[in-house]
């Protein structure tokens, strides 16, 4: 087993341990030390670093395994990695900032489905390696969402379409108000802050920059450190001034701005006019522009100045006092009339895009279902055009049931393993095939099946690059 050792700077992090893959022995060793800097790998004496998952300004992220827990469930290991010469009071800030998060993830984690849940927070103590003093570390242990961030999209699906920049203005609207409710801002919203986990939902992530509002209500206002991510902060908090709960509604702008046009933050801001300049390269609903632009507005009193006077302005019908649009800065279409659709419906969530392993598994199932059920009807019906006919309408039926994600993962292997075991075990099925023969025949369907995909989503692909 490869073990991933976690000191900055190890100039060989990567072990490999044979006894390791005995899970009796990983559950039950002491402890193991890297080859090369000696550093304790298993945290706490229970988290198995595998992978490097990135690096920040403050910090290191690795994927990890659980040994204590049945299964040995993935999570992730955060390390406070402070990089650079920093001041004692930038030390300081930075360490607190890591605290922070791990206080925050307590409080939100376990009683929000789109905020990662907290498994552990601890220091690690060891010999450093320039000096006979000793290296004190952080570390964070974190439910693992596996998927992919809104950045990672956005660089291989490349823009995003109005409906599902909808679904994550609605989704991340819904964790922002249960974060502000509790005081908290989190400002650093930004696309690789937010994850879509591989069934579709998405997650607020990075609560590192967190400011928490002590002993006030929702709404009130704290002081800012300093922390943003540049092009998505708000003025008041690159000055390092007060932040509100429009701070974040701010960046949340700004991510999708970004996502709709797919360029960098930086790139859609026209210091000349002091404006975004935006909503000439894309083409959305008036509505959904003037929401936008008035989450834009750079001074924090003329935004929305919470989470939940956006969804009502998405949905103004459902809101009892949908004329809080209006400002001076934003003049609004006419509303429809009543009984008519809203201009920007309340879209269902957006099925997530299908993986390269996804297209050709399904293409593989489509070839090997539809040779299976080509060679029964032909058995049947003793008609080779009827036959044809009759099985490209059934198997388009199964491609729209995967575009549909009717029919996915395991289905894709238990639907033709039932259909091989029907024509095994019914004889005048097989018509004058031999059961090899007919095996042969479904995989060949499969592979081609496959080699076609293959080939068309290349050409797909290479026609998308160039116009």
Same mark, same amino acid.
């Given at each position: 087993m490869e073990v991933y050792c976690t000191r900055p700077r190890c100039p060989r992090p990567q072990n490999y341990f044979a006894d390791l893959d005995n899970i009796t022995t990983l559950k039950t060793t002491q402890q193991k030390y890297c080859t090369t800097c000696g550093m304790p790998l298993l945290l706490d004496g229970r988290y198995v670093p595998t992978k490097l998952l990135g690096r920040g300004g403050f910090g290191a992220a690795f994927l990890a395994r659980d040994r204590r827990i049945p299964g040995m469930r993935q999570c992730v290991v955060k390390q406070f990695q402070p990089s650079g010469n920093l001041t004692s009071d930038q030390l300081q800030q930075a360490q607190l900032m890591f605290e922070r998060e791990a206080e925050v993830l307590a409080q939100l984690g376990n009683d929000h489905e789109q905020i990662p849940d907290l498994f552990a927070f601890f220091p690690v103590?060891?010999?450093?390696?320039?000096?006979?003093?000793?290296?004190?570390?952080?570390?964070?242990?974190?439910?693992?969402?596996?998927?992919?961030?809104?950045?990672?999209? /956005?660089?291989?699906?490349?823009?995003? %379409?109005?409906?599902?920049?909808?679904?994550? /203005?609605?989704? +991340?609207?819904?964790?922002?108000?249960?974060?502000? &409710?509790?005081?908290?801002?989190?400002?650093?919203?930004?696309? =690789?802050? +937010?994850?879509?986990?591989?069934?579709?939902?998405?997650?607020?992530? &990075?609560?590192?920059?967190?400011?928490?509002?002590?002993? @006030?209500?929702?709404?009130?206002?704290? %002081?800012?450190?300093? +922390? #943003?991510?540049?092009?998505?902060?708000?003025?008041?908090?690159?000055?390092?001034?007060?932040?509100?709960?429009?701070? &974040?509604?701010?960046? /949340?702008?700004?991510?999708?701005?970004?996502?709709?046009?797919?360029?960098?933050?930086?790139?859609?801001?026209?210091? #000349?006019?002091?404006?975004?300049?935006?909503?000439?390269?894309? %083409?959305?609903?008036?509505?959904?522009?003037?929401?936008?632009?008035?989450?834009?507005?750079?001074?924090?009193?003329?935004?929305?100045?919470?989470?939940?006077?956006?969804?009502?302005?998405?949905?103004?019908?459902?809101?009892? @006092?949908?004329?809080?649009?209006?400002?001076?800065?934003?003049?609004?279409?006419?509303?429809?009339?009543?009984?008519?659709?809203?201009?920007?419906?309340?879209? =269902?969530?957006?099925?997530?895009?299908? %993986?390269?392993?996804?297209?050709?598994?399904?293409?593989?199932?489509?070839?090997?279902?539809?040779?299976?059920?080509?060679?029964?009807?032909?058995?049947?019906v003793q008609s080779p055009p009827i036959t044809l006919s009759i099985a490209f309408v059934i198997l388009g039926i199964l491609i729209f049931a995967q575009t549909r994600r009717w029919i996915e993962k395991f289905d894709l292997l238990i639907i033709p393993t039932i259909t091989f075991a029907i024509i095994f075990f019914v004889p005048f099925l097989q018509g004058e095939l031999t059961i090899q023969e007919i095996v042969f025949l479904a995989v060949g369907a499969g592979l081609v099946a496959i080699s076609l995909t293959a080939i068309f989503r290349l050409i797909y692909k290479l026609l998308s690059l160039i116009l």
């Open positions: 103590i060891v010999n450093s390696l320039q000096s006979v003093q000793e290296d004190q570390f952080f570390y964070l242990v974190q439910e693992y969402i596996d998927g992919q961030n809104l950045e990672q999209e /956005l660089v291989q699906n490349g823009k995003f %379409s109005q409906q599902q920049v909808l679904e994550v /203005l609605q989704e +991340i609207l819904k964790v922002l108000k249960f974060v502000h &409710d509790r005081g908290i801002i989190h400002r650093d919203i930004k696309p =690789s802050n +937010i994850m879509r986990r591989r069934d579709g939902k998405l997650f607020l992530l &990075d609560f590192g920059a967190v400011k928490q509002v002590t002993n @006030a209500v929702p709404g009130s206002v704290g %002081s800012s450190t300093g +922390i #943003y991510s540049m092009g998505f902060a708000p003025p008041e908090q690159m000055a390092g001034g007060q932040v509100f709960p429009s701070t &974040d509604l701010y960046a /949340l702008a700004v991510t999708l701005i970004t996502l709709l046009t797919n360029q960098e933050a930086i790139q859609l801001f026209d210091a #000349y006019s002091n404006q975004w300049k935006w909503r000439t390269q894309v %083409s959305v609903n008036p509505r959904l522009a003037d929401i936008l632009d008035k989450m834009l507005l750079p001074a924090a009193n003329q935004r929305f100045q919470s989470a939940q006077e956006v969804l009502d302005a998405l949905n103004p019908q459902a809101a009892q @006092a949908p004329t809080q649009l209006n400002s001076p800065s934003v003049t609004l279409p006419p509303q429809p009339p009543t009984g008519s659709n809203p201009v920007v419906p309340h879209h =269902s969530p957006t099925k997530p895009a299908f %993986s390269t392993v996804e297209l050709l598994g399904g293409a593989a199932f489509s070839g090997f279902e539809g040779a299976l059920i080509a060679i029964a009807l032909l058995s049947l």
